[in-house]
């Protein structure tokens, strides 16, 4: 089976770093997508990693190591705007082909000034 | 070049009742896949759609089926609704080429309301 646990809520100031952590267990690895999703509107796509390591997206910065099952999303210089719900997923493959994806139950991220 | 569209976006039914969900992928998207969402909970998986065919379902009912159709948009069909089935509709579409490290590009969802 899988499984997949995020903190359900966070808290920081304007300008500062946070970092979400999520942790995964999964029969089989086919990388991690991190989403972004504010309030009543959809999910957008983030980032996506497979190997170890940081990967470096502007403000945005998503780890994994596969070894310990687990990922963080780094968010820097937050802004108001950053306030939203952020979605750590791994995908399952479909009969070889496609994958579905399984969902954490997201982290809310509240940003004040 | 529009992104993933769902209609309509809110719906509100009572107990018993049927509703149908759209969705019409992104450009150049032949793949399907169906989430629900219920408040403050990540999104689980109904169903994917590739070619007209039903790849593979989560654990849901059978009260929830789905179709695509030979351009790619895609319907959700809930029969017999029940209050539990009150949530967020989301659907994504992705390409087939990549496998599992397609990206999957959501709509902004369907808020269904079951009273």
């Known amino acids: 089976g899988q499984n997949i646990d995020q903190p359900t809520e966070m808290t920081a100031t304007e300008g500062a770093i946070v970092q979400i952590n999520c942790t995964y267990q999964t029969s089989g690895f086919n990388g991690l997508f991190w989403y972004q999703q504010h309030a009543g509107e959809a999910p957008t796509f983030l980032s996506y990693n497979v190997l170890d390591g940081l990967e470096e997206k502007g403000r945005f910065s998503s780890f994994l190591s596969r070894s310990k099952g687990y990922s963080y999303l780094l968010l820097k210089e937050l802004q108001m705007k950053d306030s939203a719900s952020y979605l750590c997923?791994?995908?399952?493959?479909?009969?070889?082909?496609?994958?579905?994806?399984?969902f954490g139950q997201g982290t809310e991220l509240s940003v004040k000034p | 070049d529009a992104g993933v569209t769902q209609s309509p976006t809110h719906l509100i039914k009572t107990r018993g009742q049927q509703v149908t969900l759209r969705c019409s992928p992104k450009?150049?998207?032949?793949?399907v896949s169906w989430y629900q969402q219920a408040l403050g909970q990540g999104p689980q998986f109904i169903f994917q759609y590739y070619e007209e065919e039903e790849r593979q379902r989560g654990n849901f009912p059978d009260r929830f089926s789905g179709h695509q159709f030979p351009n790619y948009s895609s319907e959700l069909n809930v029969n017999a609704l029940l209050l539990g089935d009150s949530a967020l509709y989301l659907c994504?579409?992705?390409?087939?080429?990549?496998?599992?490290?397609?990206?999957?590009?959501f709509g902004a969802g369907t808020r269904l309301s079951v009273l």
């Open positions: 994504a579409s992705s390409g087939n080429l990549g496998g599992v490290k397609n990206i999957q590009y």
């Open positions: 450009s150049g998207h032949d793949t």
């Open positions: 997923a791994v995908p399952i493959m479909i009969y070889n082909q496609g994958g579905k994806l399984i």
